[in-house]
């Protein structure tokens, strides 16, 4: 790996002060470069989450993934995390995109069903849970990026811009598939 890229994501976890908003001292395409790097990393790991065959763990496990996700973009922007907000928030995206939301979730509960249910819905449910992951990181680099914090993020306003980014995230998780393969 990189030093460069190493140092920048060691950066990201530590909550000192004087590393806030490092974001602020890197140039355009670095900043997209690293949270490019970032959301990609963290959208294998969902892959991953996906293929959980115990229902609703993988749910509970994917919602924790995207609180680490949001909580390392908040730090490399220098905002304060709020993990209750950044719940609230994640279930609003999720409630918001009803084909996603009730597909996530009838794939987690298919899962039960022996072998059968937990085949059919492990590709689909990856396929997702990365498509989400990827949506999430983005929305929240759109918001920093405007100077946003979690206190006046707006749900209804970023519905439109989650659902494009689920749809470039199945295509970017149909290539991280492939590329397992």
């Known amino acids: 790996m990189d030093k460069r890229w190493q140092l920048m994501?060691?950066?990201?976890?530590?909550?000192?002060?004087?590393?806030?908003?490092?974001?602020?001292?890197?140039?355009a395409v670095d900043k997209n470069e690293w949270t490019e790097?970032?959301?990609?990393k963290y959208s294998?790991?969902?892959?991953?989450?996906?293929?959980?065959?115990?229902?609703?763990?993988?749910l509970v496990a994917l919602t924790g993934l995207q609180l680490k996700l949001i909580k390392d973009l908040s730090a490399f922007y220098g905002v304060s995390f709020s993990k209750e907000?950044?719940?609230?928030?994640?279930?609003?995206?999720?409630?918001?995109?009803?084909?996603?939301?009730?597909t996530r979730g009838v794939c987690s509960i298919l899962k039960i069903v022996p072998v059968i249910g937990f085949t059919v819905t492990a590709v689909s449910m990856s396929a997702l849970s990365a498509a989400s992951t990827y949506a999430i990181g983005k929305i929240f680099v759109r918001?920093?990026?405007?100077g946003g914090t979690f206190l006046n993020f707006n749900v209804a306003q970023n519905?439109?811009?989650?659902?494009?980014?689920?749809?470039?995230?199945?295509?970017?998780?149909?290539?991280?598939?492939?590329?397992?393969?």
């Open 44 to 58: 294998y790991v969902s892959i991953a989450i996906g293929l959980v065959p115990i229902p609703v763990v993988d």
């Open 159 to 181: 519905t439109d811009y989650y659902e494009e980014q689920v749809k470039k995230g199945k295509t970017i998780a149909a290539k991280m598939n492939r590329t397992e393969e």
């Open 85 to 102: 907000r950044t719940k609230n928030i994640i279930a609003s995206l999720a409630g918001a995109s009803v084909p996603l939301g009730l």
């Open 37 to 40: 790097k970032v959301i990609k």
């Open 143 to 146: 918001h920093f990026e405007s």
């Open 9 to 27: 994501s060691d950066q990201t976890n530590d909550p000192r002060p004087d590393n806030a908003n490092r974001a602020a001292a890197m140039t």
